[in-house]
């Protein structure tokens, strides 16, 4: 199977259009801004829905209790900022009052990943992941591309109950995804067959791990693709399957490995069927400032990294 | 300290019998919050039995007033309280903080209690929920008002400041904060802990109505929120001053009892307390 990039597009364009779809179809949606509403997608839905748009200033943990209060209320709030203020900063406020009291609210996670670029560590969200996941009702969704952002933004709207966060990237990255996808919250997408090993990848990094596989398809190496767009709840039935069938597994994200979709999958992998799994993400680092692509290459998140890092898996000794 | 009698007989014999079970309650768990229940004790029975309009039939009476308790270990007043308006049977009140009750240790919805607006316990979030309430009912065109019980330690909260100053931004003149202002928190009193004076010029440069009053007065409890409802375009808090473990004269403004149960052994006599201090003097 081939993939078509369709044209270089930010995640957060995705999640923008989707947030003027969605509240030109549902009234009760209500958008709370934190200062940064054009660079996280809001300004589209502030411009035209502007009696359903609150400002709210440089305060999320405000913006959370509020979004619970509209919640509790009947409304469906949207709170968008920066993955590292949105998920960290705030991280009590989402433990109880929105996850605790269970409300439906979508948070969006901006800038994930270290290819925001030359901001440098302090606003590449890198832990967001590990963080939310261990809170209970959340659910959490890293679509692959524009296209996916829009559908998981929708799916977020019309398929949860609970918060939901959604994670997304400032970086154009190919946009692949076809417009009818059947997304489906917790339901993977395996985008290549193989039975050689699996790679399991989130967000911006599955774009890499399918010109990977393509590339191991060449020396002969059939990788299976799995696009973990949902990281809870995760998609048990596909890892499984995959440890099953393939006996290695690779992961790959644009976050912390410790918490992040490599744990997440690990944990599935020991309890169920074991098999070796590795991890390439970021190891316990901060990032720095680069162009998003130096950062990629320098932090081993490319698609020759991924091909590496098989190559040295399934055949040590031709690769030391 | 004795309850001074402010002419409703009614709200008197209510909040007496809320003290008691607040005491019962507690002493029953053997832990929980005995000081600022009791210090609340005359501001709830206020708020449930003659201010708010609520329906204990129907809890989610979509037009009814909302009250946010910030400070969840309070629970035991709002419990007691709500039992006493009869959203649930007064001998639940027994199962205060016990496995499998509905009455949690920190109030949480998941556990099926009627009368619960918000799951909450940790400080400096509730002001923030209500702000979002006030929000939605001016949304909804819906002219119910949105209360939120503050304790004056949990002012020390940033996350209080950002909620105060968007509540003015957006003009909620349907919040109403109620401080309970006692002075004291676990280490002692607010002034050697943190102090949050000058409070009420901190609320009005934040751009709310600011209204205190005596927390204990019944008349004057409900004098002044009708006050305060009458503001426009603008949020309004009110300072109650209160004393912790009111109605137990032994424990009164004792930080130590903030947090801490009767025992068994204590419980007649701290009832009995209670019924001194209801008897009338003038």
Request: overall charge negative; charged content about 20%.
């Amino acid at each position: 199977m081939k993939y078509l990039n369709r044209g270089n597009r930010a995640t957060k364009e995705g999640f923008a259009e989707a947030l003027v779809t969605l509240g030109r179809e549902y009234e009760d949606m209500v958008l709370l801004g934190a200062d940064i509403t054009s660079s996280v997608g809001m300004d589209g839905f502030q411009k035209r829905f502007p009696g359903r748009f609150f400002s709210m200033g440089i305060a999320e943990q405000n913006c959370v209790g509020v979004a619970a209060g509209l919640a509790l209320s009947g409304k469906v709030p949207v709170f968008s900022t920066y993955g590292v203020f949105a998920a960290l900063r705030t991280t009590d406020q989402i433990r109880i009052s929105l996850c605790y009291n269970n409300l439906h609210t979508i948070i969006g996670g901006a800038h994930a990943g270290i290819s925001v670029g030359p901001d440098g560590a302090t606003h590449q969200a890198l832990e967001d992941i590990a963080v939310l996941r261990s809170l209970p009702n959340i659910t959490i969704l890293s679509p692959a591309d524009a296209t996916q952002t829009i559908l998981a933004t929708k799916a977020a709207y019309e398929n949860c109950n609970g918060p939901v966060y959604v994670r997304f990237g400032r970086a154009a990255v190919p946009d692949f995804t076809q417009d009818d996808q059947k997304f489906e919250i917790g339901k993977s997408h395996t985008l290549k067959q193989g039975d050689d090993i699996t790679l399991i990848a989130t967000g911006h990094m599955v774009w890499e791990t399918i010109v990977a596989s393509d590339k191991l398809h060449e020396k002969g190496i059939r990788a299976r693709v799995i696009n973990m767009h949902t990281i809870k709840p995760v998609d048990k039935d596909a890892i499984i399957r995959a440890a099953k069938e393939t006996k290695s597994i690779i992961t790959v994200e644009e976050h912390q490995v410790i918490g992040g979709l490599g744990s997440t999958v690990a944990e599935v992998v020991v309890q169920n069927h074991p098999v070796p799994v590795e991890m390439i993400g970021m190891n316990d680092q901060f990032g720095e400032s680069g162009t998003p692509d130096e950062l990629m290459i320098k932090y081993g998140l490319t698609s020759e990294a991924i091909v590496n890092r098989v190559l040295n898996l399934l055949m040590p000794d031709k690769n030391q | 300290m004795k309850i001074s009698n402010s002419g409703l007989p009614d709200l008197r014999l209510i909040s007496k019998e809320i003290r008691k079970d607040i005491i019962r309650s507690i002493t029953s768990a053997g832990s929980g919050h005995t000081g600022g229940s009791l210090g609340l004790t005359d501001i709830f029975t206020c708020l449930y039995f003659k201010v708010m309009k609520h329906d204990p039939v129907n809890p989610l009476w979509q037009q009814r007033d909302r009250l946010i308790l910030s400070i969840g270990h309070v629970a035991p007043v709002l419990y007691a309280t709500l039992a006493h308006a009869k959203y649930f049977p007064v001998d639940e009140l027994d199962t205060l903080r016990k496995l499998g009750s509905r009455l949690q240790g920190h109030p949480g919805r998941d556990h099926g209690l009627p009368g619960l607006e918000l799951s909450a316990g940790s400080l400096g979030q509730g002001l923030s929920v209500a702000v979002g309430m006030a929000i939605a009912a001016k949304l909804y065109d819906q002219d119910h008002s949105v209360y939120c019980i503050m304790g004056d330690g949990e002012l020390q909260e940033g996350s209080v400041w950002e909620a105060a100053m968007s509540a003015s931004h957006h003009k909620l003149d349907n919040l109403i904060g109620i401080v309970d202002r006692n002075n004291l928190q676990i280490d002692g009193s607010t002034k050697t802990v943190m102090e949050i004076e000058p409070l009420k010029a901190k609320w009005e440069s934040f751009g709310w109505r600011v209204f205190e009053c005596d927390g204990h007065d019944h008349r004057e409890i409900i004098d002044t929120i009708d006050s305060a409802k009458q503001t426009v375009y603008k949020p309004v808090v009110i300072i109650a001053k209160t004393i912790m473990g009111k109605g137990v004269g032994s424990i009164e403004d004792n930080n130590e009892w903030h947090g801490k149960a009767p025992s068994k052994a204590q419980l007649n006599d701290f009832i009995n307390q209670i019924e001194e201090s209801y008897e009338v003097f003038e």
